[in-house]
């Protein structure tokens, strides 16, 4: 099937009492058993619910994978990937300009376990390749970065792996399925921050993770199960219902993300900006090759924290906040909260500077957005 049938129709069939075409809320907390030993398929909702297995067939078919298993919260599910993939004295790669979140699980949390990180440009191979060691089991990619964009080689990161005896995870929340495939591209888990475009009304919090191989998949259900920090049905059913319009949305993203990157391209105002639609931008032409669109993801740099500040409190249409993927617009500052976490002097490296502006390009009417962009660059 296509993606956008897929979209609508894959893990939602009517149901079966009832023929209701939309998946029901299976808000329970246990079922009840014929006899012992004897029962439907369902004994307990942290281990089953009807709701949460219609969602996670649905996006395991839409990234092309085995199975798909849903959690409380993207970090839920990163956590869970943790627990499947490393061990005590193991070591893992890590993409150095990742979501703050991501680097405070890994380094605050995971390493006091016994787990050494290793974080590298993962753009760059030959920095992956030596960085790799015979104790390496997990590299963990996001592409395009959280915030500045950059685009790593999903290919040629999976050949790294593989030959190293690792599985590769990519963070696939900035593109979806519907621009990027991650699995069809090598790697072997794909995780989402489903609270993102996945759900795309701001309205439900949410992670997935979804497997190639049969092994993982199993196992990570096990996790799921026995650690217990499961996507509500609730939840579950705010996902599904916002994939439906996944694919109409994200041309809505992409088409203002474009337009609004080219408006700040030439802003005097802005000192650098960071979108892999431009064709000045380093990762553009891998991105072409690996990505059908370019996505609603912007981050651009005015110089200085009061050149930012001045800005983020002068946008009314834009609303200054935490969080991306939303059909509004949303406007943050990454040194102060998504990133917040990450040492002040690997943030300058790596570029998240006090300056540092990332834009989540919404659905709304795109001259609007500008023209509230444009009533913001006057306090500057």
């Not at 699980?105 to 376990?113: C, M, P």
């Not at 999976?158 to 991650?182: K, W």
């Amino acid at each position: 099937m296509g993606f956008r049938t897929d979209a609508i129709h894959a893990g939602q069939e009517p149901d079966p009492t009832t023929g209701a075409v939309t998946i029901p809320i299976y808000q329970t907390s246990t079922y009840v058993q014929e006899s012992i030993g004897k029962h439907k398929g369902f004994e307990y909702a942290r281990t089953q619910n009807p709701t949460r297995m219609a969602l996670e067939k649905n996006v395991a078919v839409l990234e092309r994978g085995i199975a798909g298993y849903a959690f409380a919260s993207g970090m839920a599910a990163t956590t869970a990937i943790t627990q499947l993939l490393l061990k005590q004295g193991d070591h893992a790669i890590c993409s150095d300009n990742v979501y703050g979140g991501t680097f405070r699980l890994f380094d605050k949390i995971v390493r006091q376990y016994g787990v050494e990180f290793t974080y590298v440009n993962t753009s760059n191979l030959s920095d992956l390749t030596a960085a790799m060691r015979p104790n390496t089991r997990m590299v963990f990619v996001e592409t395009p970065t959280n915030p500045i964009m950059s685009i790593t080689d999903i290919r040629g990161v999976s050949a790294i792996a593989h030959q190293g005896g690792c599985r590769l995870v990519v963070d696939n929340t900035f593109m979806t399925p519907y621009f990027q495939l991650p699995l069809e591209l090598g790697a072997d888990i794909v995780v989402h921050s489903t609270t993102k475009y996945l759900n795309g009304h701001s309205d439900s919090v949410g992670g997935v993770a979804v497997l190639k191989r049969q092994d993982d998949a199993e196992r990570l259900q096990f996790i799921q199960n026995a650690a217990g920090a499961i996507l509500s049905p609730f939840d579950s059913w705010l996902v599904m219902r916002g994939i439906k319009t996944l694919p109409i949305r994200m041309e809505a993203h992409n088409a203002n993300g474009m337009a609004v990157a080219n408006f700040l391209a030439n802003k005097t105002e802005v000192k650098r900006i960071y979108y892999p639609g431009l064709p000045n931008h380093p990762g553009h032409d891998l991105a072409k090759k690996q990505m059908s669109g370019f996505g609603g993801m912007i981050a651009f740099d005015l110089g200085s924290l009061d050149r930012a500040k001045r800005f983020l409190e002068r946008v009314r249409l834009c609303s200054l906040g935490e969080s991306l993927g939303g059909v509004e617009t949303l406007v943050s500052h990454p040194a102060t909260m998504t990133h917040a976490s990450v040492p002040a002097e690997e943030r300058q490296r790596l570029g998240i500077t006090d300056g540092l502006v990332r834009l989540s390009v919404g659905i709304e009417d795109v001259d609007d957005l500008i023209a509230d962009l444009e009533k913001a660059f006057g306090s500057l």
